[in-house]
């Protein structure tokens, strides 16, 4: 497989694509539109007293819903004068607590439209939070924001209710109570989409580009995202000579594309890549862990200019012992030319941080200096081999006993850190006793940055000289995936047929795979081992040592919840 035409993906830039495909159109979308009568203007202080709403779909109503709301305290004069509603009206009324559940099942998962939305948004979402129902995360729709984009100020020299239902001539007029309101809201919502579909909104993903207006300069490059399928895969933003600018991946290529030109986009380099864009190139991929080792190779492949994340694979840090007579440690930028190495770690810091921990439990010497095979005459050890700490080849050549020192720290490198482990963990103890808990935290830090290291080393060599087909529930269906060596070969999501998938995927085995990313090796590892991962079909042994790093893995977790506390994670 290649990044530029993945075996794993089908390239569909200039492919026509039918309209399931390129999200949902507004004529299939369900809206209830509502509309509250209150006590007041503050949840904080005032209450509901009456709810009305409207569900529609493709502009016929298919459902209404209206209460008279018991508010649990007396309604002012001036709203019995604006609403009708008075307190005689709600002896016998309800309350919010038992009127809730009914109106959060009428409202389901619909696009929830009002008038001056946030006045009515807040109000529900404050009965929610006093009768402990979870707020749905209905997707909002104010008309008012709507109508600014719809409506002239000719037509409508203000966006009041009345004043857009005089203007679009709507069947109900607006009377200040719950039900009629919500209708006339619902006639005037349909009457400015069918406008606003001249512009281009046609779909529910649209909609958010009325919400967060941007640049006339980059709303016009929206029309990028029209052939991007609604579909998981990789999507690439283009300049004007093809350059590939930036790669990203998503669940849903075509609503993802168009969130780019919203208001919620502010990331300064992101608009600057936008306002160079001329197009968009979308590859499906049959499932989501494909998509996103598809953008992995893309982007070590294409090095886009706005890419961060996985830009410079090749600065990912190794440490091993140095090719010499008397060995030392270092940190390495590649994970070729043999030699036990450990990695990859988490920068450039993190492998000192090992180093030192090695260094210090093993007695590996911290000088830089090549030494010879026979130390030069009237050479001089350091202050660390009278501190023991080192076992001086610089003076004592073969004889000093440091050949010893490098087959230990060859052992702790290759597979079992339980020495520099166990040297360390007393002298935590030590360091504990004695308050010091400052060197404590650092030699903590030294046995993590060591273990995280070599548990990351043996989960991706588990993987080489490995095939395997594997499945995991996804959705409604499932997702198959196929690894040779390390490498994703394949992959499917089905909703039947699980076995004939996995064996279709199997017979391709024989296609030799190129050699993976680090960062496609822990997709792999990471998706194999969450819960739900099934193995099918396997060729070779697929394990983790008993003895190995992992039964370290306490030294880890200690150190990130101690991160977590003060906000800082590792990558």
């Known amino acids: ?46 209450a509901i007293t009456e709810i009305g709403a409207v569900k529609t779909r493709g502009g016929e109503v298919i459902g209404e819903f209206q209460t008279l709301v018991d508010p649990g305290m007396p309604i002012p004069p001036m709203i019995v004068a604006l609403t009708g509603i008075t307190d005689a009206m709600l002896v016998a009324a309800p309350t919010i607590g038992q009127v809730l559940p009914s109106f ?19 109000f529900l979402k404050a009965a929610c939070r006093q009768q402990d129902y979870p707020w749905p995360g209905n997707e909002v729709v104010d008309t008012v924001t709507l109508a600014r ?48 579909a001249r512009f281009g909104i046609t779909h529910r993903e649209d909609l958010d580009a009325l919400r967060n207006p941007v640049p006339e300069k980059l709303r016009k490059k929206a029309t990028m995202a029209d052939k991007v399928p609604a579909q998981p895969g990789v999507y690439i933003f283009r300049g004007p000579q093809g350059e590939r600018l930036y790669v990203g991946t998503s669940k849903n290529l075509r609503s993802r594309v168009k969130t780019y030109f919203t208001r919620g986009e502010k990331r300064r380099q992101i608009r600057e890549m936008l306002e160079l864009a001329v197009g968009v190139d979308a590859y499906v991929c049959a499932t989501e862990l494909e998509a996103r080792v598809v953008e992995v190779r893309m982007i070590d492949r294409y090095r886009p200019r706005y890419n961060r994340r996985s830009a410079r694979p090749e600065r990912t840090a190794w440490i091993g012992l140095t090719d010499e007579r008397y060995p030392r440690l270092r940190v390495t930028r590649s994970a070729s030319g043999g030699g036990a190495l450990v990695g990859p770690m988490r920068g ?30 009237g050479a001089r050890a350091c202050l660390l081999k009278d501190l023991g700490q080192c076992a001086a080849p610089c003076v004592g050549g073969a004889d000093s006993g440091y ?61 080489r000289g490995v095939r395997l087909v ?16 390390g490498v994703l070969a394949g992959s499917a999501h089905v909703s039947q047929g699980v076995w004939a998938a996995c064996a279709r995927l199997r017979d391709n085995w024989d296609e030799a795979p190129a050699d993976a990313l680090v960062e496609e090796r822990e997709m792999l590892a990471r998706w194999l081992e969450s819960d739900g991962a099934r193995l099918v079909f396997i060729e070779g042994e697929w394990s983790s040592p008993a003895m190995g790093a992992a039964r370290h893995a306490h030294w880890v977790s200690a150190r990130n919840l101690d991160r977590l506390s003060v906000g800082q994670l590792p990558r």
């Open 348 to 377: 450039a810091g993190e492998s000192q941080t090992a180093i030192e921990a090695l260094q210090l439990a093993l007695g590996v010497r911290t000088c830089t200096t090549r030494l010879t095979i026979v130390p030069r005459a």
């Open 1 to 46: 497989m290649t990044a530029d035409a993945p075996d794993i993906s089908r390239h569909l830039d200039g492919v026509q694509v039918g309209l399931d495909q390129i999200g949902e159109p507004l004529h299939s979308t369900t809206f209830v539109v509502v509309d509250l009568e209150t006590t007041g203007g503050s949840p904080a202080s005032s």
């Open 470 to 485: 594997a499945v995991r529930r996804a959705g409604n269906g499932f997702d198959v995936i196929s690894v040779v060596d």
């Open 403 to 463: 050949d010893a020192t490098v087959r230990a720290a060859t052992r702790a490198l290759q597979g079992d850190p339980s020495p520099v482990v166990d040297v360390l963990a007393a002298a935590i103890e030590e360091h504990v006793v004695t308050l010091d808990f400052e060197r404590a935290a650092e030699l903590r830090d030294g046995i993590s940055a060591l273990v995280d290291g070599s548990m990351r080393s043996q989960r991706l060599q588990a993987l």
């Open 149 to 196: 984009r719809a409506t002239t100020k000719e037509e409508a020299p203000n966006k009041k209710l009345s004043t857009l239902a005089r203007a679009f001539g709507t069947v109900v007029t607006p009377n200040h109570r719950a039900l009629d309101d919500a209708r006339a809201t619902s006639e005037i919502l349909h009457h400015m989409l069918e406008r606003l």
């Open 104 to 122: 959060l099942e009428f409202l389901g998962d619909a696009v929830l439209v009002a008038h001056n939305a946030p006045f009515d948004v807040g």
